[in-house]
C-alpha cells in the first residue's frame, strides 16, 4: 500500500518558518513527481508547489520566494521550506505524489496543520 505521512505542522507567528517533511512508501519514489497541496477553511484546494523526478520545481505565484520545495530519494522524502508567513497561509497541507508534475494527485496524505497566528 502507499503511504504520504507529513509532519513539521504548527503554530507559529506571522513573519516565521516551518519545513513541512513527506515520507513516502509503497511507491518507487524516484519515479514519481511530489507536491503539496493546501486547504483553507471555506476555501477551494489549491496546489502550492510541485517537484519533478529529477528535481526541478514550479510554484504558484502566492509563495514564490518564500517556499522551497525539494525532495531527497534516497530518504524518499519530500519537503516544503516555508519561510516569511503569513495569516492567509493557514490551511491543511497535503503531501501528494503522481506520474507527472501535470496531475500530481494520485495518491495523498493525511494532511498536517500550519496555523499562523499572534
Known amino acids: 500500500q502507499v503511504q504520504l505521512v507529513e509532519s513539521g505542522g504548527g503554530l507559529v507567528q506571522p513573519g516565521g518558518s516551518l519545513r513541512l517533511s513527506c515520507a513516502a512508501s509503497?511507491?518507487?519514489?524516484?519515479?514519481?513527481?511530489m507536491g503539496w497541496y493546501r486547504q483553507a477553511p471555506g476555501k477551494q484546494r489549491e496546489l502550492v508547489a510541485v517537484i519533478a523526478r529529477g528535481g526541478i520545481p514550479n510554484y504558484a505565484d502566492f509563495v514564490k520566494g518564500r517556499f522551497t520545495i525539494s525532495r531527497d530519494n534516497a530518504k524518499n522524502t519530500v519537503y516544503l521550506q516555508m519561510s516569511s508567513l503569513e495569516p492567509e497561509d493557514t490551511a491543511v497541507y497535503y503531501c501528494t505524489a503522481g506520474r507527472t508534475t501535470m496531475k500530481v494527485s494520485d495518491y495523498w496524505g493525511q494532511g498536517t496543520q500550519v496555523t499562523v497566528s499572534s
Open positions: 509503497g511507491i518507487i519514489f524516484s519515479v514519481y513527481a
